[in-house]
């Protein structure tokens, strides 16, 4: 088999996703070719797919040294910096890419979904109509800028429109399994809608299909599973659920045990961190964060403060997180010193890098919420570094909250712990300790959010949110379901802009049969 076949196999290998293999058959060429530009971005595509974006970016840099006019690598090398959250260097090389050629749809498509984390939809929608109009003249497969463009419409609220082109994707290749899966989450699925139960019969004549890669089967099992939940057909939607969760439990690497030592190992460094020595240099902006489990209600919450007209809805930011790992983390163990002595100096690194990576957003107002659910576990860095800011904490009856994790996919690598029912009950009973202990660190300072009784008292439960806020009364908090002034880009997209329903309260109820493996545990 002569070079250009081998690396033929390899980018098969790429595009259904066998990534190990990938790697492996280029550590083979490199070892004959070390100086190949082609070789060494291929690698460090196989490890962007494996969500290892550090060793990424380390090829696509190989990659434009041997050959600095690789844009595909450059390209490449901004996607993973902007994964990595280094969101001002991406943007300066996507915009480098487009200086060089205005024309290359990659760089306007990535350069888009950048501009989205920034909330810019009306610049980014701009972006992706203009690739697709090159794309038609060209004749080149658009299907996936099509689809980017159609997640953005959804995430503004424009769900019509969002719709068509999800249909239209379909006609061009009923096979596109990520445009099924979002119209699943769409759509509320009735016997009496016929047009609901014949997109179910699509997607069961599609997961048929026999070459399905991995990753579109995973996109299946989800969404043909959210139909016949929606359906109360709970023996398939579990086989469904279980055959989505199995598979990518399979083909990921679970990040369990990290996030575990990092939950213990903050209790630990905290126990004896002087928490009421807050830095007093920070801005005079207020950070409201919206916290606690996936699916828990952060959503929910954001949309009902982000209503008001005094707040700025971020979403779900991955700046604290960043700047966390970045200052106060050495080989990913969380260093006690670097704590104290960031507490001492005249500048608040933490709270100046934050609002550094806020300026990219466009927003006028002082108030901004940031409902990124995992900072619960930032708690004691919040109350030192942003002390002028508001903590929310959601939570909700384990088992309900356990299974709707289990019911939805993450892309995310940060959430592969969450496709196995041990995995998702070991992580909650970390995730309860440490609330556990920063409750009693910080019993004035966190106010706890009820679910269920936020769906069942939700006027009350409002005004008890906007006091906590120290927001004056506004009645666009109490009908947050008309609220598109802020984007939402999760899992939760369909549900926050409806009307608050009490139809998921007692659902692990339905399910207690199958999920013994996870009610036992959380027990």
């Known amino acids: ?293 996936p699916r828990s209600g952060t959503t929910l919450v954001e949309q009902i403060i982000s209503s008001h007209k005094k707040v700025y809805g971020a979403g779900e930011l991955i700046y604290l997180n960043n700047v966390i790992k970045e200052e106060f983390f050495e080989n990913g163990i969380l260093k006690n010193d670097k704590i104290i002595d960031c507490q001492s100096k005249p500048t608040n690194i933490p709270n100046r890098k934050y609002f550094n990576n806020l300026e990219s957003h466009k927003f006028s107002e002082s108030i901004i919420t940031d409902k990124a659910p995992q900072n619960f576990k930032w708690l004691g860095f919040i109350k030192i570094f942003f002390p002028n800011s508001k903590i929310i904490h959601c939570n909700r009856e384990p088992e309900d909250n356990c299974l709707s994790i289990y019911k939805n996919f993450f892309p995310a690598s940060a959430m592969n712990w969450c496709y196995s029912q041990t995995d998702i009950a070991t992580y909650y009973k970390n995730y309860k300790k440490l609330m556990d202990f920063w409750q009693i660190k910080l019993p004035e300072s966190i106010y706890n959010v009820s679910y269920e009784k936020l769906v069942f008292d939700k006027n009350n439960e409002i005004n008890k949110i906007l006091n906590f806020c120290e927001l004056e009364h506004d009645e666009n908090c109490f009908n947050h379901n008309k609220n598109s002034k802020t984007p939402i880009k999760t899992v939760s997209i369909t549900q926050a802009r409806e009307e608050i329903y009490s139809s998921s309260i007692g659902s692990g109820k339905r399910y207690k049969k199958f999920l013994s493996d996870m009610f036992d545990n959380l027990a």
Request: charged share 20%; aromatic share 8%.
């Open 1 to 293: 088999m002569d070079l250009v076949e081998k690396i033929k196999v390899l980018q098969n290998y790429l595009y259904i996703g066998k990534f190990k293999k990938v790697i492996e058959g280029c550590k083979v060429l490199q070892k004959k070719i070390p100086e190949n530009s082609f070789i060494l971005n291929l690698t460090g595509m196989a490890y962007q797919g494996l969500g290892q974006h550090i060793n990424a970016i380390t090829f696509f840099r190989e990659s434009l040294r041997v050959d600095i006019n690789n844009i595909a690598a450059m390209n490449n090398l901004a996607n993973s910096l902007k994964a990595s959250g280094k969101l001002d260097e991406a943007k300066e090389i996507y915009e480098k890419i487009l200086q060089i050629n205005p024309s290359y749809i990659n760089g306007l498509n990535n350069f888009a979904n950048l501009k989205i984390l920034w909330n810019d939809y009306d610049g980014a929608i701009k972006l992706f109509s203009k690739a697709i109009i090159i794309a038609q003249q060209k004749k080149i497969n658009h299907i996936n800028i099509l689809f980017s463009l159609a997640g953005a419409l959804h995430s503004i609220n424009k769900i019509d429109d969002s719709i068509k082109i999800l249909n239209d994707i379909l006609k061009i290749n009923n096979n596109h399994t990520q445009s099924h899966k979002t119209l699943s989450s769409i759509y509320k699925y009735s016997q009496n809608n016929i047009k609901t139960i014949k997109h179910l019969e699509a997607m069961r004549n599609v997961n048929t299909n026999h070459n399905l890669s991995d990753a579109q089967k995973i996109d299946m099992f989800f969404a043909i599973g959210k139909a016949y939940d929606d359906l109360k057909d709970t023996d398939n939607a579990f086989n469904y659920f279980e055959k989505g969760n199995n598979l990518k439990h399979k083909i990921s690497i679970s990040n369990l045990s990290e996030e575990t030592n990092t939950m213990k190992n903050i209790k630990k460094i905290f126990q004896d961190i002087n928490i009421s020595v807050s830095h007093n240099n920070f801005s005079k902006k207020k950070i409201i964060f919206i916290c606690g489990m």
